[in-house]
């Protein structure tokens, strides 16, 4: 019985992701691959933002003119079969750091492997700080201050 069904998606270094079968070839480019990782890594518990300081504050920018930036805070290396990705995170407290850490790489391997179709070579997760909820409430109380 001959398997119509498509290769796993593969690359060279830098390049869009291409995969060829009998009816056409499929191209994800690195940016669809992050896209991916970033919204797996969001959905964890304990999870309250994805990115440093910087990155944050940029993507509140852009968040206000075009919507939420998935890919905020990670970066991945695409390589001819693995990918590898780095998450920088904000966890909640009091969220213990290293459970935190360990479900948003099972999140991240999880969904690349299945929806990208890519074998992850690696996922380090760096926290980058911690969002206290009394930080909300001071968020909210400049906001009434004019």
């Keep these: 019985m001959a398997n119509n069904i498509p290769t796993p998606a593969t690359v060279s270094a830098g390049v869009p992701t291409h995969a060829q079968n009998s009816l056409g070839k499929t191209t994800i480019n690195d940016g669809v691959v992050a896209k991916v990782a970033g919204i797996a890594a969001r959905e964890s518990r304990g999870v309250y933002a994805l990115g440093g300081g910087a990155a944050r504050a940029l993507g509140a920018i852009k ?12 970066s991945v290396e695409v390589g001819e079969t693995q990918v590898a990705v780095d998450v920088t995170i ?7 750091l290293q459970d935190v850490a360990d479900g948003v790489r099972s999140a991240v391997i999880r969904a690349i492997e299945s929806i990208v179709g890519m074998e992850v070579a690696e996922v380090n997760v760096t926290v980058n700080d911690v969002h206290l909820p009394s930080d909300d409430k001071e968020d909210d109380s400049e906001a009434r201050v004019q």
């Design 63 to 74: 968040e206000v003119v075009s919507g939420v930036d998935q890919a905020q805070g990670i």
């Design 90 to 96: 904000v966890a909640e407290y009091p969220a213990p």
